[in-house]
């Protein structure tokens, strides 16, 4: 799939998904993105990871609001996750964000959690694209 098809397939099961669990979701893709190819490592994780991370906001966060912005920057794909729940205070390291952290890693990619600036929790996803397939293709996933 191309990158662009992979973001319109995130979005549309995210606006499902945060719809029937009464959540808001802000959307905000650079204009700038450039299509590119993904293989099909680089689609399955980056699709898993946004999904596990929009799973987090529905089964925990008590949010009313998300906010996901995407970003291509010098061939690193950046997407922030945010949401105005309750944060992550007591969370441990779960087996979602394991998960999410080895499929970043698989990419050559780097994920963080951090609170939100006023409430909630911030989701720090970089994943360098071209590098991404190199990796993967080294690994002989390619």
């Known amino acids: 799939a191309s990158l662009l098809e992979a973001l319109s397939e995130m979005e549309a099961e995210a606006r499902t998904r945060l719809g029937a669990a009464e959540i808001l979701l802000n959307w ?3 204009d700038d993105i450039v299509e590119r190819r993904l293989d099909a490592a680089q689609h399955l994780h980056l699709f898993r990871i946004v999904r596990e991370a929009i799973s987090n ?7 009313q609001a998300l906010s996901v912005r995407l ?3 010098a061939q690193i794909l950046r997407i922030e996750i945010k949401d105005d729940g309750v ?3 007591g969370d441990g390291d779960g ?8 499929r970043a890693d698989e990419l050559a990619g780097h994920i963080t959690w951090r609170d939100g600036t006023l409430r909630g929790t ?4 970089s994943l ?3 590098r991404a397939s190199s990796a993967l293709a080294t690994k002989g996933i390619a």
């Open 128 to 130: 360098p694209l071209e």
């Open 71 to 73: 970003a291509v920057v």
């Open 122 to 125: 911030r989701v720090l996803l």
């Open 95 to 102: 087996r979602g964000k394991s998960n999410m952290r080895k």
């Open 28 to 30: 905000r893709q650079d």
């Open 87 to 89: 944060g992550m205070a």
């Open 57 to 63: 906001v529905i089964r925990h966060a008590q949010a």
